[in-house]
């Protein structure tokens, strides 16, 4: 997967590195390679994928693997998947939702301070 995934970015580098966003680009590509290599593996060990593979899907799984196990920040991981920072946050509050299912996300958002008025 690895060398054709090479191969292709050799023969569309011209055209990538001159786009707006390259490593966007060069995502597009990854994407449906890294699918395919997940379908074939599942297909021949099993289901053995993570918890966070097996619970979410496509942009929700990519984007909490790039934020979360690779330390990229939301604008990095916007950058790299050439996305908008604000299409990324709703994309980690729906996987975060997800993973953690409705009471155990509400049991861990911290409370907001209330403002005192003034008297």
Same mark, same amino acid.
């Given at each position: 997967?690895?060398?054709?995934?090479?191969?292709?970015?050799?023969?569309?580098?011209?055209?990538?590195?001159?786009?707006?966003?390259?490593?966007?680009?060069?995502?597009?590509?990854? /994407? =449906?390679? %890294?699918?395919? +290599?997940?379908?074939? *593996?599942?297909? $021949?060990?099993?289901?053995? &994928?993570?918890?966070?593979? @097996?619970?979410?899907?496509?942009?929700?799984?990519?984007?909490?693997?790039?934020?979360?196990?690779?330390?990229?920040?939301?604008?990095?991981?916007?950058?790299?998947?050439?996305?908008? /920072? =604000?299409? %990324?946050?709703? +994309?980690?509050?729906? *996987?975060?939702? $997800?993973?953690?299912?409705? &009471?155990?996300?509400?049991? @861990?958002?911290?409370?907001?301070?209330?403002?005192?008025?003034?008297?």
């Amino acid at each position: 997967m690895v060398d054709s995934l090479l191969r292709a970015l050799v023969d569309e580098w011209p055209r990538i590195i001159t786009s707006d966003r390259p490593a966007s680009e060069a995502w597009k590509m990854l /994407v =449906p390679r %890294v699918a395919a +290599a997940v379908g074939e *593996g599942q297909r $021949a060990h099993g289901d053995r &994928r993570d918890t966070v593979h @097996r619970t979410l899907e496509g942009l929700e799984a990519d984007v909490f693997v790039l934020r979360y196990r690779m330390s990229l920040s939301p604008a990095e991981t916007a950058d790299l998947m050439g996305l908008e /920072v =604000p299409e %990324v946050t709703v +994309a980690l509050r729906r *996987g975060m939702s $997800a993973l953690l299912g409705p &009471r155990e996300l509400i049991r @861990r958002t911290p409370a907001r301070p209330t403002r005192r008025q003034s008297t």
